[in-house]
């Protein structure tokens, strides 16, 4: 499992494929005050990352990947920053 | 304000010879992609240029004109005669623009009234061929694009980048796709924005497995790199190459290589090349002021230091002649300057008479002098238009007589040792010899006996006679009341010679001969009561002095014996309406000159020094002096005369 359930956090670890969004949409339906942790993923699909837009979670951590922490992480941080105006 | 008006007259001269030349390259070949960009890059420019000025209409059209390129270059329209016809009446509007705006500052009336029309012709275009692209075709960039770019450029970058804007298809996730994996093998990635197109979908629509995302991105890479990352899925992608504004206002759409490009070309005002070139002849007849000192030194019975002075003299004659020889090759500019006007007007000439007519230029490599170059315009263009209008057949009479229905009209330059050679040459109807004999006659050029005598090379040259172009002949094209005769004299100023060839049927050649620059001339200074003039010493095949009593008048002319011949003389100050002298000195100075077969002679007053200079023709008002061949300047800074004296005797 790469998308689990902690006490404090939904965390991603690992590389995070496109059939875990099931997995992390149930979560965030379920338990909207966890914020979602990205340091353990090495790799995360585009469609845990839409899952992250539509429920716009609070986002700790920061992925190994120079792309995904440099790039990703701030647009879809731009993102919801622009969707709250 | 005068200079930068000055400024866009010359950028805007060249943009419109590069568009002009692009889009004449698309009518033979619209798949040529490099002149599609070029001539998009050069009306690009030509409107960032326009932009800065107050050109009322000029911007908006330039503006349309831009766009439909940029359609062409989306593959939105097709590249044909619907498209460039209209851009072409573009081009031939603004180059007769400009004239009137470097004079004024301002768009002429007549253009600024043509501009609705044009308008018209431009928005006729997408109308027909784009429907559905109207909307966003407004701007070359789509907006997507520019407030993209704006965003990315706001924290100071100006590199050229490509705009990316991805719309993942919804169902990519079921064929495999990770669409921002994907972004992450983009090469130089620069900015990267993902949001949901549709935002916020109720939580009971919102399926994870389908993609609702647009992700845009900036990359620094280049076009290829990145096509090459969306190979799979183009139909999802859009791509914009943006270059950097360059201080501009907005982002332009394609990279401006000659700006961009470190050149090693320096645009010098020719007028300073002219000083150099001034200050180099002065140096010439500085340096021969040494030879004498060398005698001098000798007859002091200084050998030694006669020895050291010639020396001198000798280095100093080859820097000298090395550096006039290379400002000289400064003032040398390729043919191309001037043949690179004639497609243009040659397809609308030939628009004009519903003729089809392929012009094939060659040689325009070949370099000559500046002056030389821009002289050759006017006659050559006379001449061309002559061809298409007199020597190339309507398209029926040439099918008729079984040549190809397009006719063929040739420009070739090719360099002959010092000399440029320049042929015009058509396939047309050629002269008749028996016609321009009957006209020659007819308008009292040659007798009937005379011609009789011609053989049909020599009847042919009768064309180059003053008064020879008839009445019939003049159209609005080539008549003008400018016939062939005013053609040969402005290659005669330049130096150069008109020679003419025609069969019958098959077509008609004139050749043209000009020096490559205007070398150095090596002249005889005379004198004639106050007066001194130049007379090139190689017309010259020698002087001798005349005692007053060897004239013998004969009828209304002089003549006297030289070696067993009868000599014509003629007195230089009668040729040049200049009054006599109060006293006749006791000897005549003669120059013995070669007229055509026969020798002629001259009087003057004194022969004087002898030098070396640079003959300049006549520009300006003084341009049509007959007798005149141009003017030099001496070393004392003295302008002399230089005369023609085949010229001034006929």
């Known amino acids: 499992m790469t998308v689990t359930l902690q006490d404090d956090a939904i965390t991603l670890t690992g590389a995070c494929g496109v059939e875990e969004v099931e997995n992390l949409v149930g979560y965030l339906e379920r338990r909207q005050d966890l914020p979602v942790d990205l340091a353990g993923a090495t790799s995360i699909h585009t469609a845990l990352w839409q899952a992250l837009m539509v429920f716009k979670p609070v986002v700790t951590g920061t992925p190994a990947s120079s792309f995904t922490s440099g790039q990703v992480l701030p647009a879809f941080r731009a993102y919801l920053e622009e969707s709250q105006e | 304000m005068d200079e930068l008006i000055a400024q866009f007259a010359i950028e805007a001269r060249e943009l419109v010879q590069q568009a002009s030349d692009d889009l004449l390259a698309l009518e033979g070949n619209p798949t040529g992609r490099d002149r599609l960009e070029g001539a998009f890059r050069a009306i690009h420019t030509l409107k960032g240029s326009a932009a800065l000025f107050e050109f009322g209409p000029m911007l908006r059209v330039l503006h349309r004109a831009e766009d439909l390129l940029s359609q062409a270059r989306a593959g939105k329209i ?22 009137g705006i470097a004079q004024a500052g301002l768009l002429p009336d007549a253009q600024e009234r043509q501009a609705p029309r044009l308008l018209g012709l431009l928005s006729v275009e997408t109308a027909d061929h784009d429907a559905d692209a109207v909307g966003d075709a407004r701007t070359s960039i789509p907006d997507w694009a520019t407030s993209l770019y704006q965003r990315f450029a706001s924290s100071g970058n100006d590199e050229t980048v490509v705009a990316i804007r991805y719309e993942p298809h919804a169902e990519c996730f079921f064929s495999g ?112 002021r040494l030879a004498p000192l060398v005698d001098d030194a000798r007859n002091h019975g200084n050998g030694p230091l006669a020895r050291q002075i010639a020396a001198s003299h000798t280095d100093i004659e080859r820097l000298v002649a090395s550096l006039y020889s290379a400002v000289t090759q400064a003032r040398m500019i390729p043919l191309e300057h001037t043949f690179r006007r004639f497609p243009r007007l040659v397809r609308e000439t030939a628009l004009k008479l519903g003729k089809t007519i392929d012009l094939v230029i060659e040689g325009e490599t070949v370099e000559a002098d500046r002056e030389i170059v821009e002289s050759l315009f ?59 004999k009957a006209t020659a006659i007819a308008r009292g050029l040659v007798s009937e006996s005379q011609a009789a005598t011609l053989s049909e090379r020599e009847i042919l040259q009768l064309a180059f006679a003053p008064g020879f ?24 100023s330049l130096g150069g010679t008109v020679d003419l060839r025609s069969t019958v049927g098959s077509g008609t050649t004139f050749t043209l001969r000009l020096p490559i620059s205007f070398s150095m001339t090596r002249l005889m200074v005379v004198e004639v009561g106050d007066e001194r003039y130049g ?12 005692p007053m009593h ?11 014996m030289l070696r067993n011949r ?18 006749t000195p006791g000897d005549l ?34 341009k049509g002096v007959s007798g005149i061949a141009g003017t030099t300047l001496l070393g004392d800074g003295k302008v002399l005369l230089v005369l023609n004296l085949e010229e001034l005797i006929q």
């Open chain 2, 550 to 560: 060897a004239i013998q008048p004969v009828k209304a002319g002089r003549a006297f």
């Open chain 2, 535 to 546: 007379v090139p010493i190689a017309d010259v095949i020698e002087t001798q002095k005349l």
């Open chain 2, 378 to 436: 006017e006659p050559l263009l006379h001449l061309i238009r002559n061809g298409l209008d007199h020597g190339i057949e309507a398209e029926a009479d040439r099918v008729q007589q079984s040549k190809p229905a397009r006719g063929h009209l040739v420009l070739r330059a090719r360099q002959r040792g010092d000399q440029i050679e320049i042929e015009v040459a058509d396939d047309g109807c050629g002269m008749d010899p028996q016609r321009a």
């Open chain 2, 469 to 492: 172009s008839t009445a019939a002949a003049v159209t609005d094209l080539s008549g003008r009341g400018v016939g062939l005769d005013v053609v040969q004299r402005s290659i005669q």
């Open chain 2, 78 to 99: 097709l590249i044909n005669a619907n498209l460039l016809e209209p851009l072409l009446a573009v081009i031939a509007w603004i180059d007769d623009s400009i004239d």
């Open chain 2, 589 to 622: 100075k003669v120059l013995i000159v070669k007229v055509g077969p026969d020798l002629i002679g001259i009087g003057v007053d004194a022969i004087a020094e002898r030098a070396e200079t640079l003959t300049r023709p006549l520009t300006g008002l003084l």
């Open chain 2, 177 to 288: 796709d990770d669409p921002i994996a994907t972004m992450a093998r983009l090469p130089a990635i620069r900015h990267l924005s993902v949001s949901l197109k549709e935002p916020a979908p109720s939580p009971g629509a919102y399926d994870p497995f389908r993609s609702n995302l647009l992700i845009e991105a900036i990359s620094a890479g280049s076009l290829a790199e990145v096509v090459a990352v969306f190979r799979l899925i183009p139909d999802q992608v859009k791509l914009e190459p943006i270059s950097g504004p360059a201080g501009g206002a907005g982002p332009t759409a394609v990279s401006d290589n000659t700006s961009v490009r470190p050149s090693s070309i320096m645009r010098v005002d020719s007028a300073r090349i002219d000083r150099l070139i001034e200050i180099a002849g002065e140096l010439i007849t500085a340096k021969n």
């Open chain 2, 566 to 583: 009868t000599i014509p003389l003629l007195i230089l100050s009668d040729l040049l309406h200049l009054p006599l002298p109060d006293a």
